[in-house]
C-alpha cells in the first residue's frame, strides 16, 4: 500500500520526503522491522521507541512515524509528524489491514475474571451452531483449526488488526474478543467497531497499574461508552452481570440497550436451581419472556454459571435458538489450566487452576470445596513486580478456605521470593499458622502436597493455570504446573 493512502486518515500530519513509498508492513518493534516497513515510534512504560528509529532505519524502514523532531535521518527515509502516535496507531493499523473489524460482529468481553471461559464458551456455542468464529484472547488467536499464540490478552493494534483480517479472510463471521483494562486503557481497541460488549465482574487485581479500584473501573467504561450513541448503533447491546455491583456504572454509561444477567431476581437472563452434581453444574436459565431452559454444564463452580449465563447472553443477541444455546453450553468441555483435573488416576485428586488474583482464588476454592469430600490442600503463591496489595488478601482467603495450604512461588521474575512471602504473611491470622507450610520451590510444596493428599482429598495448585513457563530472576523453568504434577505423581509410584 502507498503511504499516503496508509495515512489518508489521518489529519493532522506533517510530511518530509516521498508521499508515495511503498509500504509493505507497519511495526512499533525496531527488532521486527523488515524493509519496507513503516515504524511507528511510541513512548512506552520502559523506554522510548524514538531512540530505536535508528535501528528501524538500518533495518530498512522506508518510513518513520514519530510525534517529536528525529535528527539524523537520511535521504530516502520518509518522516511523518503527527501529534501522538499511540493516537494514531489504530487508525494506520486497521486501514493497513482494511478495517476488518466492518467485516466482522465483534463481540468484546472485559471484567476482572471470566473472560477466557467465557470467550470460549460463546466461540464454541456459535461455531456449533454454524456461525463461523474466530477467538482473541489470552491463550491465543484461534479460528477453526489454526492457533497463533499471543503475548497480551488483547494484543496491540497491529497484531489485533491482522488477526481480525486472518480470522475475515478464511470466511469468519464474529470474532470474541477478551478486552483487558490495559488494552482499553493503552487504546489497543481502538477501531473496533463492538456490537456487543460484555462484563463478568470487577474486584481487586492489576492496581500496580490502575493504581486504584475507581481508575480501574473506569478503564473498562470505555468498552460500553462508545456502544449505541449513534441510530446505526440501536441494535448494539451491553450484556451486564446484574449480580456485580459495578453493572449499574457501565449502565448508565452506555446508550446500547442492556441485557442483564445472573442469579438474582430482576435479571433479564436468570440461573435459577443451581445444584453442584460431581463435576457438573445444573440449573435452570429464566429468560425474560419467562420460558425456562434446563442446563447441565460439564463444568464446576457457580463462577462458571455466571460465565455460562453470560455467553447465553451473547448468543441470544446472535440470534441464536435457545435449543442451540443449550446444546452448545452442555457440550464445551472447558479449558486448559482452569479448574482443570490432572490426575484421577489416585483416590485424591488434583486440579490445576488459573486464579491468580483474590476474586478467582476465592471462586477455585468454593468450588473445590464444593466438589471434594476429604480436605482441600492448596499451593499457591503470588507473582512479583506486579500488584503487591493483593498479595496479604490472597494469602488470608487461602487460609480461610482450604484445610491445609503450602505458600510457594509463582513467577517471581527479579523479585526476591522473601518479599512476597513477607507481604502474604501480612494477610494472615497467627491462630491459622498451624495449617500453613511456606516452601520456596514450586515442584516441592507440589510433591509436599500430594504425599500429604488421602483418600478422597483435593489438591488445588493455583496462579499459573494452562503458563509453561515459570521465571525466578533470570531462570526460566519449562514446566507447566500440569507437568510438575504428573512427575511428583511419577515419583509418588
Ligand atoms: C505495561 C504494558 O502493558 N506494556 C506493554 C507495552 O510495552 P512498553 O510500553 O513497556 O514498551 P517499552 O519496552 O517501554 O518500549 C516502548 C516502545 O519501544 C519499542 N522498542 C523497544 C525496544 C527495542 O529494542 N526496540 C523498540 O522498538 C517497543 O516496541 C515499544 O513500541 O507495549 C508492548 C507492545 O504492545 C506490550 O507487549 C506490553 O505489554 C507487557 C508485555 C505486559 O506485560 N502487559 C500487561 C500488563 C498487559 O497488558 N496485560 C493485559 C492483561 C491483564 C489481565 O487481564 O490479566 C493484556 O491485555 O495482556
Ligand atoms: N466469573 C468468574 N468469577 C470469578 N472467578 C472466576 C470467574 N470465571 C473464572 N474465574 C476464576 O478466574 C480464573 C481465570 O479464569 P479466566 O481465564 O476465564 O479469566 P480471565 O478474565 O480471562 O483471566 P485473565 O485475563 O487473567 O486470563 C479461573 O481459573 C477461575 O479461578
Known amino acids: 500500500m502507498k503511504l499516503n493512502q496508509l495515512l489518508k486518515g489521518i489529519l493532522f500530519k506533517q510530511i518530509t520526503g516521498n508521499e508515495e513509498t511503498e509500504i509493505s508492513c507497519i511495526h512499533t518493534d525496531s527488532r521486527s522491522v523488515k524493509p519496507g516497513s513503516l515504524f511507528i515510534c511510541l513512548s512506552g512504560f520502559k523506554a522510548d521507541g524514538h531512540q530505536f528509529a535508528q535501528q528501524a532505519i538500518q533495518n530498512g524502514a522506508s518510513a518513520v512515524m514519530v510525534e517529536k523532531p528525529l535528527p539524523g535521518v537520511p535521504d530516502g527515509v520518509t518522516v511523518i509528524t503527527v501529534p501522538e502516535t499511540k493516537r494514531v496507531l489504530p487508525i494506520v493499523a486497521s486501514t493497513f489491514y482494511d478495517h476488518p473489524s466492518c467485516k466482522l460482529r465483534m463481540i468484546g468481553i472485559t471484567g476482572t475474571n471470566g473472560k477466557t471461559t467465557t470467550s470460549h464458551m460463546v466461540e464454541h456455542i456459535l461455531n456449533k451452531s454454524g456461525c463461523s468464529t474466530g477467538l482473541i484472547g489470552t491463550l491465543y488467536m484461534k479460528h477453526g483449526e489454526l492457533q497463533v499464540p499471543t503475548v497480551n490478552t488483547t494484543p496491540d493494534p497491529i497484531k489485533l488488526q491482522g488477526f481480525l483480517r486472518l480470522i475475515a479472510d478464511r470466511g469468519g463471521r464474529c470474532a470474541v474478543l477478551e478486552v483487558s483494562s490495559h488494552g482499553l486503557d493503552m487504546g489497543r481497541v481502538t477501531g473496533c467497531g463492538f456490537h456487543t460488549a460484555v462484563f463478568t465482574n470487577l474486584s481487586h487485581d492489576h492496581l500496580d497499574f490502575h493504581h486504584h479500584m475507581d481508575d480501574y473501573r473506569q478503564s473498562k467504561e470505555i468498552l460500553f461508552s462508545r456502544l449505541g450513541n449513534s441510530a446505526d448503533d440501536m441494535l448494539k447491546t451491553a450484556i451486564l452481570n446484574g449480580d456485580d455491583e459495578s453493572s449499574s456504572y457501565y449502565a448508565n454509561r452506555t446508550s446500547a440497550q442492556v441485557l442483564s444477567y445472573g442469579l438474582n431476581s430482576g435479571n433479564h437472563i436468570r440461573g ?33 454459571v455466571y460465565n455460562a449465563l453470560a455467553a447465553a447472553a451473547v448468543c441470544f443477541c446472535e440470534g441464536m435458538s435457545w435449543e442451540d444455546i443449550v446444546s452448545g453450553l452442555e457440550t464445551f468441555e472447558g479449558i486448559p489450566g482452569r479448574f482443570e483435573d490432572i490426575s484421577s488416576a489416585s483416590s485424591f485428586q488434583v486440579t490445576v487452576d488459573y486464579a491468580h488474583n483474590p476474586g478467582g482464588l476465592r471462586a477455585a476454592l468454593i468450588t473445590a470445596r464444593d466438589v471434594t469430600k476429604g480436605k482441600v490442600i492448596c499451593v499457591m503463591g503470588c507473582r512479583g513486580e506486579r500488584d503487591k496489595l493483593k498479595r496479604p488478601i490472597m494469602a488470608g482467603i487461602a487460609a480461610d478456605l482450604a484445610d491445609h495450604v503450602i505458600f510457594t512461588s509463582d513467577n517471581s521474575y527479579a523479585e526476591d521470593i522473601e518479599n512476597i512471602f513477607n507481604d502474604m504473611k501480612q494477610g494472615l491470622e497467627r491462630a491459622k499458622m498451624d495449617h500453613i507450610q511456606f516452601i520456596k520451590d514450586r515442584k516441592e510444596a507440589i510433591q509436599q502436597a500430594v504425599s500429604s493428599a488421602a483418600a478422597g482429598d483435593r489438591v488445588v495448585i493455583t496462579g499459573r493455570g494452562h503458563e509453561k513457563e515459570l521465571v525466578t530472576g ?4 519449562k514446566a507447566s504446573d500440569a507437568d510438575l504434577v504428573k512427575e511428583c505423581m511419577h515419583c509418588n509410584t
Do not use: W
Not at 281 to 288: G, V, W
Not at 474 to 477: D, E, K
Open 474 to 477: 533470570s531462570a526460566v523453568q
Open 272 to 304: 435459577l436451581d443451581v445444584r453442584c452434581s460431581g463435576s457438573h453444574q445444573q440449573f435452570l436459565i429464566k429468560t425474560y419472556d419467562g420460558e425456562h431452559h434446563s442446563v447441565t454444564l460439564r463444568m464446576p463452580g457457580i463462577h462458571n
